[in-house]
């Protein structure tokens, strides 16, 4: 017992300074004004020492405090975090909403211009072999839609139905080697045929060598043959050159429709070529 005491003297008397200067400090509270010298010297001792364990105290329950204010704080930060990527992803489907209406009110808006009905379909395959220029749309022969109707979008000519199903429709577009349109530059009223060549554009057949064309002019669908209607825009005359003793002109076209990125394009209902023997197609 001796033992313990002298190895933990120093802790004893302190916590025993301790009890008495609480105990002092309820009496004086109680009886503050009948304090004797012998009361007054012992919280005069006493006083670092409860100021130093008041600091303690108040920094351990300090720190409790902001243990548990931060155990709260990142707990709603988790929430909060959560709450934001929610919110992100329903603002961008927001967005992909709003660019789909967009672009389907500048397809209907550009059809204004041709007569007869038309329906707005979605591309939902493209080919990526690179040996055809073909995209499946999400329209069928149960919407209407039969062989050889041409697709356009608000920008231009697209190309025209080859097959159909009841749901689904493929498009062999204006860039496919095995397409020809037959077109005029627009300003000088010049013909063409605008070929595909399964590449990014198209290549310029059958122009006249004195030809009033520049580059930048615009290229439209001449409407003959009965393919294409007359007046929708193929695209623009670039890369031309004249060689000496050559009937035509050679030169390129960049087609307006961005035939690489395609999501919403109009088919022309309205407009249904005849078939080889004449008869319409319906």
Same mark, same amino acid.
């Given at each position: ?13 302190l ?6 200067s609480?105990?002092?400090f ?20 006493m ?8 600091a ?9 405090n ?11 930060n ?7 990527n929610?919110l ?7 967005n992909?909403?709003?660019g ?17 009905? %038309?329906?707005v379909?979605?591309? $939902?395959a493209?080919?990526?072999? /690179?040996? @055809?220029?073909?995209?499946? #749309?999400?329209? &069928?022969s ?12 608000h ?8 097959q ?16 020809a ?17 399964n ?10 060598a004195?030809a009033? %064309?520049?580059?930048?002019?615009? $290229?439209?669908?001449s409407?003959? /043959?009965g @393919?294409?209607p007359?007046? #929708?825009?193929? &695209? ?8 000496k ?6 030169a ?19 407009f249904t ?8 197609s319906?």
């Amino acid at each position: 017992m001796s033992g313990f005491l002298s190895r933990y003297r120093n802790v004893t008397i302190l916590s025993t300074l301790v009890v008495v200067s609480f105990f002092l400090f309820y009496l004086s509270a109680r009886k503050e004004n009948h304090m004797t010298p012998m009361q007054k010297g012992a919280v005069a001792i006493m006083a670092p020492f409860q100021k130093a364990l008041t600091a303690v105290v108040d920094w351990a329950a300090g720190g409790w405090n902001d243990y548990i204010y931060l155990v709260g704080v990142k707990k709603e930060n988790i929430e909060l975090k959560e709450r934001i990527n929610h919110l992100e992803m329903e603002n961008a489907r927001l967005n992909e909403n709003l660019g789909q209406y967009a672009r389907i009110e500048r397809l209907l808006g550009a059809n204004q211009e041709q007569t007869g009905p %038309v329906e707005v379909a979605r591309v $939902v395959a493209r080919d990526t072999s /690179g040996l @055809v220029r073909l995209v499946t #749309l999400d329209k &069928g022969s149960s919407h209407g839609l039969a062989l050889s109707m041409p697709v356009v979008t608000h920008r231009g000519l697209v190309g025209r139905i080859i097959q159909t199903t009841a749901s689904v429709s493929k498009v062999l577009l204006i860039t496919d080697v095995r397409s020809a349109v037959d077109g005029l530059a627009q300003m000088s009223r010049d013909g063409l045929v605008a070929s595909g060549a399964n590449s990014h554009d198209l290549v310029v057949r059958y122009l006249r060598a004195d030809a009033k %064309v520049s580059e930048g002019d615009q $290229v439209v669908s001449s409407g003959l /043959g009965g @393919v294409y209607p007359k007046g #929708l825009l193929i &695209g623009s005359l670039y890369d031309i050159h004249r060689e000496k003793e050559e009937l035509f002109v050679t030169a390129r076209i960049s087609p307006h429709a961005d035939l690489e990125r395609l999501e919403e394009v109009l088919v022309l209902k309205g407009f249904t070529p005849p078939t080889a023997d004449g008869k319409d197609s319906k």
